[in-house]
């Protein structure tokens, strides 16, 4: 642990050219007292380290004097895909060893490559997160991404829509999704998608599976993808929008947006639009029309127009007098 600090400071030196003991002691998390230490060991080492006092001062490299010693340990390789996913890192337990091999390879840049690198890090930042959403907690994932990476079989006690279920399975990889993660695992003859957040337990067995060298993750997670958006609203609904009403549509979701996208004017003035919404069930379509009324229009099916008149008169009848 103390050389794998010492390496790591001696390359955040040769990144960032000065820092104080109490910045170092906050990036690793330890006190100044054993950055002091550290520094002292360096120097002891060979390395051309020194400090100055007061105002601006901090401990630096001897101008021109660079390491060589920047090969990624096991860790710091698994962490390589993540460099720009520090939170996504975090979650997996891989958050160190990210910072860590960010760092070596900066420091393996040529000339101002490194400074021109860092500057663009440190002026651009992901966030995976839709507004007003916090991460959820999924203290299963580092073990369950162990699993996926060494292939050994798991048992997972998981909290479905159906109640619970357990499932032994083989994982086949994780997902981050819109700022939640998911595990594509093969139990028996189905391969599925598990939400992270909704496992309960989880057992890493001592049997060891070979990977599948016919499955590629990004692949099935795309057809996986599709296949759920067209069950999930697997009924159509034909609409009339003013522009206001297209305007408010979109901002349903990209399957609106989209149907918005593809609409056809409509024969009547004003910039009215016909459209065909996908839908998810002919009650969603009734409330989703009577919440944009009267920019929308439901004009097929005829069902569906027959049981938004319904619910409107009743609407009507219930607000014709004080409550």
Same mark, same amino acid.
């Given at each position: 642990?103390?050389?794998?600090?010492?390496?790591?400071?001696?390359?955040?030196?040769?990144?960032?050219?000065?820092?104080?003991?109490?910045?170092?002691?906050?990036?690793?998390?330890?006190?100044?007292?054993?950055?002091?230490?550290?520094?002292?060991?360096?120097?002891?080492?060979?390395?051309?380290?020194?400090?100055?006092?007061?105002?601006?001062?901090?401990?630096?490299?001897?101008?021109?004097?660079?390491?060589?010693?920047?090969?990624?340990?096991?860790?710091?390789?698994?962490?390589?895909?993540?460099?720009?996913?520090?939170?996504?890192?975090?979650?997996?337990?891989?958050?160190?060893?990210?910072?860590?091999?960010?760092?070596?390879?900066?420091?393996? $840049?040529?000339?101002?490559? !490194? /400074? +021109?690198?860092?500057?663009?890090?440190? *002026?651009?930042?992901?966030?995976? &997160? @839709?507004? =007003?959403?916090?991460?959820?907690?999924?203290?299963?994932?580092?073990?369950?991404?162990?699993?996926?990476?060494?292939?050994?079989?798991?048992?997972?006690?998981?909290?479905?829509?159906?109640?619970?279920?357990?499932?032994?399975?083989?994982?086949?990889?994780?997902?981050?999704?819109?700022?939640?993660?998911?595990?594509?695992?093969?139990?028996?003859?189905?391969?599925?998608?598990?939400?992270?957040?909704?496992?309960?337990?989880?057992?890493?067995?001592?049997?060891?599976?070979?990977?599948?060298?016919?499955?590629?993750?990004?692949?099935?997670?795309?057809?996986?993808?599709?296949?759920?958006?067209?069950? $999930?609203?697997?009924?159509? !609904? /034909? +609409?009339?929008?003013?522009?206001?009403? *297209?305007?408010?549509?979109?901002? &349903? @979701?990209? =399957?609106?947006?989209?149907?918005?996208?593809?609409?056809?004017?409509?024969?009547?003035?004003?910039?009215?639009?016909?459209?065909?919404?996908?839908?998810?069930?002919?009650?969603?379509?009734?409330?989703?029309?009577?919440?944009?009324?009267?920019?929308?229009?439901?004009?097929?099916?005829?069902?569906?127009?027959?049981?938004?008149?319904?619910?409107?008169?009743?609407?009507?009848?219930?607000?014709?007098?004080?409550?």
């Amino acid at each position: 642990m103390r050389a794998s600090r010492l390496l790591s400071i001696l390359i955040l030196l040769q990144l960032r050219q000065r820092l104080t003991a109490e910045q170092l002691a906050a990036e690793f998390e330890v006190s100044p007292r054993t950055i002091h230490r550290d520094i002292e060991a360096l120097s002891a080492a060979g390395v051309p380290v020194y400090g100055e006092r007061g105002p601006g001062g901090g401990f630096q490299l001897h101008a021109g004097w660079r390491t060589q010693l920047t090969g990624l340990d096991a860790d710091e390789a698994r962490a390589l895909p993540l460099l720009t996913l520090p939170a996504a890192a975090r979650e997996l337990g891989l958050g160190d060893a990210a910072r860590r091999a960010g760092a070596k390879l900066l420091a393996a $840049l040529p000339g101002d490559s !490194a /400074t +021109l690198s860092g500057r663009l890090q440190a *002026c651009f930042h992901v966030d995976p &997160l @839709g507004w =007003y959403h916090a991460p959820d907690a999924v203290p299963h994932l580092p073990a369950l991404a162990q699993a996926v990476l060494d292939g050994r079989r798991v048992l997972i006690d998981y909290q479905s829509w159906k109640g619970p279920r357990r499932y032994q399975a083989e994982p086949l990889g994780l997902v981050l999704k819109a700022g939640q993660w998911y595990a594509v695992v093969a139990a028996g003859a189905r391969t599925m998608t598990l939400k992270v957040t909704q496992v309960q337990a989880l057992t890493v067995l001592d049997e060891v599976v070979e990977r599948r060298p016919d499955f590629d993750l990004a692949r099935w997670w795309q057809a996986s993808v599709e296949r759920f958006e067209r069950e $999930l609203r697997p009924l159509r !609904a /034909t +609409l009339r929008a003013s522009p206001e009403g *297209c305007r408010r549509l979109a901002e &349903l @979701g990209d =399957y609106a947006a989209q149907a918005v996208a593809r609409a056809t004017p409509a024969p009547s003035p004003a910039g009215w639009r016909r459209l065909s919404l996908p839908i998810e069930t002919a009650e969603q379509a009734v409330r989703l029309v009577m919440g944009l009324a009267p920019e929308v229009e439901l004009i097929d099916p005829a069902s569906l127009r027959a049981q938004l008149a319904r619910w409107c008169r009743a609407l009507a009848r219930q607000h014709q007098s004080p409550p």
